[in-house]
């Protein structure tokens, strides 16, 4: 039974004997956030929150430049919608850079093998037809990759799977409203 827990009574069926949990909390402070509880591999957590925060990075970078070039062929509403899903990415991966240090790792922010880390990929795009399908394109991976990891996360690490949750929520409405996009200009 792991860490210790219950005394083979009915009458503790979930918490921790509070002493032990006292215990357990005290020793490896230094851990901070993560103690003895925790049950995933953190390693696996920080390199897997490490890819999201690349391709997070990406998509930043490609829906800026996707935002200046459509400003530039007069395309305000969708230069508007773009520059506020690049602002809302940086906002997820800072999130993220956020959860890596409090379970010990350290986010990588290096331009170099950004573009490997990502799942997203990032394309320029000739006419704003093309910004807008690569953009949804991108959601629609990040949108099973976050998936995946929540999947994957499940009970061990709820935190990590809360708070990617919520970003899958906002990817799903950016994949939604640039569908819209696409409708709206008649593709
Ligand atoms: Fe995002
Ligand atoms: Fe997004």
């Given at each position: 039974?792991?860490?210790?827990?219950?005394?083979?009574?009915?009458?503790?069926?979930?918490?921790s004997?509070?002493?032990?949990?006292?215990?357990?909390?005290?020793?490896?402070?230094?851990?901070?956030?993560?103690?003895?509880?925790?049950?995933?591999?953190?390693?696996?957590v920080?390199?897997?929150?490490?890819?999201?925060?690349?391709?997070?990075?990406?998509?930043?970078?490609?829906?800026?430049?996707?935002?200046?070039?459509?400003?530039?062929?007069?395309?305000?509403?969708?230069?508007?919608?773009?520059?506020?899903?690049?602002?809302?990415?940086?906002?997820?991966?800072?999130?993220?850079?956020q959860?890596?240090?409090?379970?010990?790792?350290e986010?990588?922010?290096?331009?170099?093998?950004?573009?490997?880390?990502?799942?997203?990929?990032?394309?320029?795009?000739?006419?704003?037809?093309?910004?807008?399908?690569?953009d949804?394109v991108?959601?629609?991976?990040?949108?099973?990759?976050?998936?995946?990891?929540?999947g994957y996360?499940?009970?061990?690490?709820?935190?990590t799977?809360?708070?990617?949750?919520?970003?899958?929520?906002?990817?799903?409405?950016?994949?939604?409203?640039?569908?819209?996009?696409?409708?709206?200009?008649?593709?």
């Amino acid at each position: 039974m792991p860490g210790g827990l219950g005394l083979g009574m009915s009458k503790q069926p979930f918490l921790s004997d509070i002493q032990a949990l006292r215990a357990r909390a005290r020793q490896h402070v230094e851990q901070g956030a993560v103690t003895a509880g925790y049950k995933a591999d953190r390693d696996v957590v920080v390199k897997l929150l490490n890819e999201a925060l690349a391709t997070e990075i990406v998509c930043v970078l490609r829906y800026r430049r996707h935002h200046f070039m459509a400003a530039g062929i007069h395309a305000e509403p969708v230069a508007a919608e773009f520059l506020q899903h690049a602002n809302e990415e940086q906002a997820h991966a800072d999130l993220i850079a956020q959860r890596i240090v409090q379970l010990g790792g350290e986010p990588n922010f290096s331009p170099e093998g950004l573009l490997m880390r990502s799942h997203a990929e990032y394309v320029e795009g000739e006419t704003l037809i093309d910004m807008i399908r690569e953009d949804l394109v991108a959601e629609r991976i990040a949108i099973d990759s976050y998936r995946e990891m929540i999947g994957y996360l499940r009970s061990d690490d709820p935190t990590t799977g809360r708070m990617l949750e919520g970003i899958l929520a906002m990817e799903e409405e950016h994949a939604d409203d640039l569908k819209s996009l696409l409708e709206h200009l008649g593709t």
